[in-house]
């Protein structure tokens, strides 16, 4: 099976295996949730139950939102450069013989008057449909892929964190979701809006700084509730943004997936890191060894996201996941 994530920065594909369910039933690890049960409140994650096998775990950065925060719509050199990525993506479908595919698109298409040409672009290349789910849809496909296999460390209740690239996707939720919600704030959309300056000046920065705690806010009185009340959650933050930040918190020398995946940063490591990322040109910025090219220009703007939601949130730590929607989408097709 395969599932494809396709957003406003970058576009994903998880070719995965699932433990035949006869196993699970005979190993006592319990069922795997379908996907009517991920997008249904209170429905059961369902990933710690049976946690996927990779096959194949690629991402390309198309930029496919670039400009629909401004414009809305897809303009056609997004939908070339992410056509061309999901050629190759096809290639590695069949020679891995994948018979379900299920590709999500989400920020940018939702957003776009032209989605159309977008879904036909898909079709002709891939020979599926994509779907331009919901942000609700999108934010609990999110936490089934984001809570398997989480260490006692990490107990629940889970807040987890999507920091995309047009939208931030917010859901609580214990072995089941409660609650879920979907921002327009994202590295890509606040980095146009606001920090357009290299580096961004201080007026940009405190203009994305009250822009993203709204936002922020608005969430969190939905997920968590207005008087915020119960254990503080473990916060779970996911994408490139946090798993960036956390690889430059950590002094990487290269992206280490194995070593970012359920590392715990700090508060303090966060604001350091969101601090340095926006005094720094782009230039600079692509010399951090853990920095992928096409993260450089966005990157300060997804930190300042992941800072203000540890402020808003009063948490005083977040655990990094490389696991993530593309990990539900494949678990919804069990």
Known sequence: MAGIDCGTNAVRLLIADLPDPQQLAESGTGSVTGAGSVTGAGSPAGSA?????????????????????????????????TRQALTGYAA??????????????TSASRDADNAD??????????????????????ARLTFAGAVGGLAATAPAPYLVVDIGGGSSEFVVGTDTV???????????????????ADPPT??????????IAVAVDRALSVVMGPDRSGPPPTLVGLA???????????????????????????????????????????????????????RADVIAAGALVLRIVMERADVSSVVASEHDILDGICLSLR
């Open 202 to 211: 201080a007026a940009q920065i405190a203009a994305a700084e009250r822009d």
């Open 178 to 196: 409660h609650r879920a919600v979907s921002v327009d704030v994202g590295c890509v959309r606040m980095t146009e809006r606001h920090l357009r």
């Open 92 to 105: 590695e479908l069949a020679a891995h013989g994948v018979e379900r595919v299920r590709m999500c698109a």
């Open 240 to 294: 490139g943004s946090v798993t960036t930040v956390a690889g430059i918190a950590l002094r990487l020398d290269s992206y280490r997936a194995d070593r970012l995946h359920h590392a715990r940063i700090s508060y303090d490591q966060v604001a350091e890191v969101t601090a340095d990322l926006l005094a720094m040109p782009v230039g600079q910025r692509l010399r951090i060894p853990v920095m992928h090219p096409g």
């Open 49 to 81: 139950a049976a946690p996927l096998t990779d096959v194949v775990r690629r991402m390309e950065i198309v930029r496919l939102g670039e400009g629909v925060d401004r414009t809305r719509r897809l303009a056609p050199a997004a939908i070339e450069r």
């Open 117 to 138: 040409e977008f879904v036909a672009m898909v079709q002709a290349t891939l020979g599926v449909t994509p779907e331009v789910v919901t942000g609700d849809e999108e």
